[in-house]
């Protein structure tokens, strides 16, 4: 069993970063691809970005460039570093873990799931 748990969200101004964080306990993730999905009121879950173990990283196109995500593999942590933020990036922020390896992670094969944190940013 594997407990997420995100930190980090909260109100931005458009142009501004935001460091989100998530943290894993119960087992090592070795064997995981590590996530991040966002959710919009009234608008499906959608695949932001994830990283691997070896430290391969996907994201999808409505934000690379713009956020970069990392792990720190020693402690079971992972980050989503957010820059140049715009309004359509407000949403609720999930992490994400899986066991089954795929350019752009799926929610429907997510294995844990953290509980999200909100990230609102403003005009």
């Known amino acids: 069993q594997v407990h997420l748990e995100e930190s980090g969200g909260g109100l931005a101004q458009a142009g501004d970063s935001l460091r989100l964080s998530c943290v894993a306990s119960?087992?090592?993730?070795?064997?995981?691809?590590m996530g991040w999905f966002r959710q919009a009121p009234g608008k499906e879950r959608e695949f932001v970005s994830s990283i691997r173990w070896s430290g391969l990283t996907y994201y999808a196109e409505s934000v690379r460039g713009r956020f970069v995500i990392f792990r720190d593999n020693a402690n079971n942590n992972f980050y989503l570093q957010m820059h140049s933020l715009k309004p359509e990036d407000t949403a609720t922020y999930y992490c994400?873990?899986?066991?089954?390896?795929?350019?752009?992670?799926?929610?429907?094969?997510?294995?844990?799931w953290g509980q999200g944190t909100q990230v609102t940013v403003s005009s």
């Open positions: 994400a873990a899986t066991r089954t390896l795929r350019t752009e992670m799926r929610s429907s094969e997510v294995d844990y």
């Open positions: 119960g087992r090592s993730l070795v064997d995981f691809a």
